[in-house]
């Protein structure tokens, strides 16, 4: 159960830093591209992450439950943000996301 949790936390929280590379793949197969969307590819890397994260649980024989593999995505995936907001102590969540420009 612990191989889950940590693959679940290491699948959401590893999934803005997999997107760019899964849109490159799925750019590639064209299908995949209309299916998708331009703004479902967070969920889909998400998607492909526990996919990927279920069948290692299944490889190593690690009892593997899909509600703590998404519960441990999701708090993977937000928990920096929830972190900043109680620590910074503001009541605003737009106030604690630090928003990159690309310029």
Do not use: H, N
Request: net charge negative; with cysteine.
């Amino acid at each position: 159960m612990i191989v889950t949790m940590l693959l679940g936390a290491a699948a959401g929280y590893a999934t803005p830093i997999a997107e760019p590379r899964v849109k490159e793949i799925s750019a590639k197969i064209d299908m995949v591209d209309k299916i998708v969307g331009e703004g479902g590819y967070t969920i889909f890397t998400l998607l492909v992450l526990l996919f990927l994260a279920a069948v290692v649980c299944a490889i190593i024989g690690a009892s593997t439950s899909a509600v703590w593999l998404t519960l441990f995505a999701v708090i993977g995936m937000y928990g920096q943000k929830a972190y900043q907001v109680f620590k910074d102590g503001k009541q605003d969540v737009e106030d604690a996301i630090v928003v990159e420009d690309d310029e």
